[in-house]
């Protein structure tokens, strides 16, 4: 399974962007999707997921900001990223893995999904 991710750039403070992610492949394994990203010198964090039946889960940092939804025809997943801060400045990664994600995100690392995207930069200029 691949995942490719697209709809990054900079964008000035309080603007909006949309990212998303088409995997390709044998998808039909895939169950949780979700979104993470890495700043520098920070520890990657878990921002969103959503498992195949909809369930949504949310970092706090983002919570009321973001949406995660999945479009289940074409198996691309999307993250609308609103009211965007400086500190939202990151590579925001999609990952997938075939199994269900029951518990809470902060539980959720880089080990925890089996495919990973190229990555997309997410730039928030103050």
């Known amino acids: 399974v691949q995942l490719v991710e697209s709809g990054g750039g900079s964008v000035q403070s309080g603007g909006s962007l949309r990212l998303s992610c088409a995997p390709a492949g044998y998808t039909d394994s895939l169950y949780c999707m979700a979104w993470f990203r890495q700043a520098p010198g920070k520890e990657g964090e878990a921002v969103a997921l959503i498992n195949s039946e909809g369930t949504t889960k949310y970092a706090d940092s983002v919570k009321g900001r973001v949406t995660i939804s999945q479009d289940n025809a074409k198996k691309t997943q999307y993250l609308q990223l609103n009211s965007l801060k400086s500190e939202d400045t990151a590579m925001y990664y999609c990952?997938?893995?075939?199994?269900?994600?029951?518990?809470?995100?902060?539980?959720?690392?880089?080990?925890?999904?089996?495919?990973w995207g190229q990555g997309t930069q997410v730039t928030v200029s103050s």
């Open positions: 990952a997938a893995r075939p199994s269900r994600c029951d518990v809470g995100i902060t539980n959720y690392n880089q080990r925890s999904f089996d495919y």
